[in-house]
């Protein structure tokens, strides 16, 4: 049989697996190993425990439960409560302040946390009902949200361009830099277009009745921060060349958990233990995924699958551009029914090599799939921001919830074009700090 | 056949339990590679290796609880959208492709246990563990996700769970809602 032929088997019995509602990594390993068998005998099947293993043996991968730790640690105190007040101190008289305060609470949240809905719930719980107070559209309220909590996966530390740079070999550190530029324009791009909506529709977007004294305005910083510290403290040691991934994000991640029990007062030990329960819950969901994407990128290589398809591509001759289009709709429709984590871990290997071909950047690249993956979290019907949004709001209803979104989809869609003209956008930082990569 | 779905469980939440240790564990022995290093500047021997064994051993011995409380992400887009008869077989599949999956994994992580352990493997590190100690954590995390999976099968087959744990008229948008409610619950 040949390749193109196995090929084409592999993907249809991959996607009726996954869509059977198998948990994905055991889906994988299953796929792998049937596989495995089917075309090169029971023999194969000797080398199956040591690769489920190796996938895992990796120090760098211990960076994981500690960013999620760092994340659930700061998620499950009042800390966005308090992001949200101090940012609306001390911007609620600049024009458009309010819209700030908001999104650029979601966006540094996000960046803390790293977790989307945790970011939308935090936020939103004390954001929507200011802006409908001051008499805002719904649809607006909602929909800024919603689209601010997405901002985690871009801004660093991420851990979806952790899962990428492992599944591709790209330098997360890297990564990481490439993220910063791209994630403040889409933070632009989204205030910019919540300013313009609300001013069209006849709304002021700061506040002019009331005012906060200096000791409130300066009230609001001690508490919240100490965390951004940290998170601009691993980012220091990251590029400082100092400590590894792993190293900084464990000192982070013990350091925020210690924060956040005696700032809040977290003395309880159910609270510890909803943290460290979080962490393991989300951690061995995404580890045991890695391990089962090591095994399927085996079956995968050894059955010459990845390097037939990127070479029928290259042989095809479509326009880098076209071929670009045509992957960010793969990823765009995957994302609509798969979590991001799940996606980057099993696509990316099979499309680094006909990306790499095509001569697109794999650093670029990555953020651009991040965009297009943050897509995915709002819009249905996996959008999960939107039902959360829904359940702070009950009274507005959910199709004006996800019309309030289409905008702040236009404006990823948009990022992610301006991304493709400019890509020195995302490239320019990490280019700066760590020198021009060896890859181009 | 109760008392044997409850010891199932109460096993699987014992795991949950030793996986959050080994998390725990690896954050404190990062901290206190990061002080010798960075603060006593002292070589570190044991510490790289020791918290990714705790990582491995997390992620294996930790993957029943996690089945348990359905974390392990799936794409439930069709069992959503089918009837209630489609919906069961569909889960009938889907349990009876994992379940087999973790039984031959079982197995086969036990043979390579089995040969670390015989003809004494270490790690070529400069610690030199036993390395069937970390592989150990494999058969038996993968064991026990084969017994998780043998109790949702028995319950599926008795009617005692729902097929995927969805009521019968839960749609899509009523579990998003649900999953929706518990991330706000947990938010402060």
Not at chain 1, 36 to 60: C, K, M, N
Not at chain 2, 150 to 174: M, N, Q, W, Y
Request: with cysteine; glycine share 8%; hydrophobic share 55%.
């Amino acid at each position: 049989m040949s390749p193109t032929t196995q090929g084409v088997i592999v993907l249809v019995v991959t996607l009726i697996v996954l869509l059977s509602g198998a948990p994905v990594a055991f889906g994988l390993g299953a796929i792998a190993i049937a596989f495995l068998v089917i075309f090169q005998g029971f023999d194969s099947l000797s080398v199956v425990a040591e690769t489920f293993y190796t996938g895992l043996q990796d120090f760098t991968l211990v960076s994981i439960p500690m960013f999620v730790m760092m994340g659930a640690a700061i998620g499950s105190s009042p800390a966005g409560k308090d992001l949200y007040e101090a940012l609306d101190r001390w911007l609620y008289r600049v024009r458009g302040g309010l819209v700030i305060s908001n999104l650029g609470a979601c966006a540094i949240f996000a960046a803390l946390t790293g977790s989307s809905p945790a970011c939308c719930a935090a936020i939103g719980k004390m954001g929507i009902p200011e802006m409908r107070r001051r008499g805002y559209p719904d649809d607006v309220a909602t929909g800024s949200i919603c689209a601010g909590g997405t901002l985690g996966i871009l801004i660093p530390p991420s851990i979806t361009f952790i899962l990428y740079g492992i599944a591709t070999e790209t330098s997360i550190g890297r990564l990481f830099l490439a993220g910063v530029v791209p994630g403040l324009m889409l933070t632009g791009l989204f205030i910019l277009w919540t300013v313009f909506i609300l001013s069209r529709r006849g709304f002021r977007s700061h506040a002019v009745d009331f005012r906060y004294s200096w000791k409130e305005k300066f009230q609001s910083i001690p508490k919240i921060a100490p965390f951004i510290l940290i998170i601009v403290g691993v980012m220091y040691v990251l590029y400082g060349g100092v400590a590894t991934p792993s190293e900084a994000a464990g000192v982070g991640a013990a350091l925020c958990v210690v924060l956040a029990i005696v700032i809040y007062r977290m003395w309880s030990p159910d609270k510890w233990w909803l943290i460290l329960r979080d962490t393991t819950r989300e951690s061995v969901m995404i580890l045991m995924i890695i391990a089962a994407a090591v095994l399927f990128g085996y079956m995968l290589t050894s059955l010459y699958l990845t390097q037939t398809l990127a070479q029928g591509i290259a042989e095809m001759h479509v326009n880098k551009w076209v071929l670009m289009l045509l992957i960010n709709l793969f990823l765009l429709v995957s994302g609509f029914f798969i979590p991001p984590a799940a996606i980057i871990l099993m696509t990316s290997p099979i499309l680094l090599p006909i990306i790499t071909t095509a001569g697109f950047d794999p650093v670029w690249f990555g953020v651009v799939m991040t965009i297009n993956m943050e897509i995915g979290l709002i819009h249905p019907p996996v959008g999960l921001n939107i039902y959360i949004v829904n359940s702070i709001a009950p009274d507005v209803p959910v199709t004006r919830v996800m019309w309030g979104t289409i905008p702040y989809v236009g404006c990823m869609m948009l990022a992610i074009v301006i991304l493709c003209i400019f890509p020195e956008i995302a490239t320019w930082l990490p280019d700066h700090l760590m020198g021009v990569a060896v890859h181009r | 056949m109760d008392s044997f779905i409850r010891g199932v469980t109460l096993i699987s939440q014992i795991c949950g339990i030793i996986a959050a240790g080994l998390i725990a564990a690896g954050v404190l022995i990062v901290c206190e590679m990061v002080f010798v290093r960075y603060v006593l500047n002292q070589n570190t021997i044991w510490q790289t290796d020791f918290t990714t064994y705790c990582l491995v051993g997390a992620t294996f011995i930790g993957s029943p609880y996690v089945l348990l409380t359905r974390g392990h992400v799936n794409v439930d887009v069709l069992p959503h959208y089918l009837g209630q008869t489609a919906r069961y077989y569909l889960a009938l599949a889907s349990i009876l492709m994992s379940l087999a999956f973790c039984a031959v994994m079982t197995v086969l992580t036990f043979n390579f246990w089995h040969e670390a352990w015989t003809e004494g493997w270490v790690s070529d590190s400069m610690w030199r563990a036993r390395l069937w100690i970390p592989y150990g954590t494999m058969p038996i995390g993968l064991g026990l996700i084969t017994l998780q999976y043998v109790v949702d099968l028995i319950s599926l087959l008795t009617g005692r769970e729902p097929p995927f744990g969805l009521k019968p008229r839960e749609t899509a948008e009523d579990a998003a809602r649900a999953q929706a409610r518990q991330a706000l619950g947990d938010a402060p």
